[in-house]
């Protein structure tokens, strides 16, 4: 089971395409764990799994992105074994989100962009969970989230 099939449906997860361009499609499952509105956090820290997940959240209009443009790590990689206990990765395919973006060094883009500054940081003011709360609270309340 992948994780974005307890939030979707159905619908997409995420897709592979190689060099020659064959598409892999990997699609969720009917039924889900819960309905309740979701938020996802992301930043330049996310890479990979959670870019596949925040993806395949946000194109499927499961889920409100809130935070900063993830790192782009959107390759699947072989590691091929050499002599002398060598190795040597070699990429095979690269991820689309459903909508068929290619995350690879463009990352996924938040729906309500909110920057965490280094003084943020420092004052441990969590800026984005501080967002994350109030966006929650209106999609639990029934209000309109317009992205930003």
Do not use: W
């Not at 003084?119 to 967002?131: R, T, W, Y």
Request: charged content about 25%.
């Amino acid at each position: 089971m992948y994780i974005p099939e307890l939030f979707l449906d159905g619908g997409t997860i995420v897709s592979t395409v190689d060099r020659d361009g064959y598409k892999e499609t990997q699609r969720a499952s009917a039924g889900v764990y819960t309905n309740k509105p979701v938020v996802v956090l992301i930043n330049k820290g996310s890479a990979s799994a959670s870019e596949i997940f925040s993806g395949a959240m946000k194109d499927n209009h499961r889920a409100v992105i809130i935070g900063e443009q993830s790192f782009g790590k959107g390759l699947v990689q072989e590691i091929n074994k050499l002599p002398y206990e060598a190795g040597i990765n070699i990429t095979i395919q690269k991820y689309l989100t459903p909508n068929g973006t290619d995350i690879n060094k463009k990352g996924i883009t938040p729906d309500i962009e909110v920057k965490l500054t280094e003084e943020d940081v420092k004052n441990k003011n969590d800026v984005q969970l501080k967002k994350a709360i109030e966006v929650l609270s209106k999609m639990t309340n029934g209000q309109e989230i317009a992205a930003q």
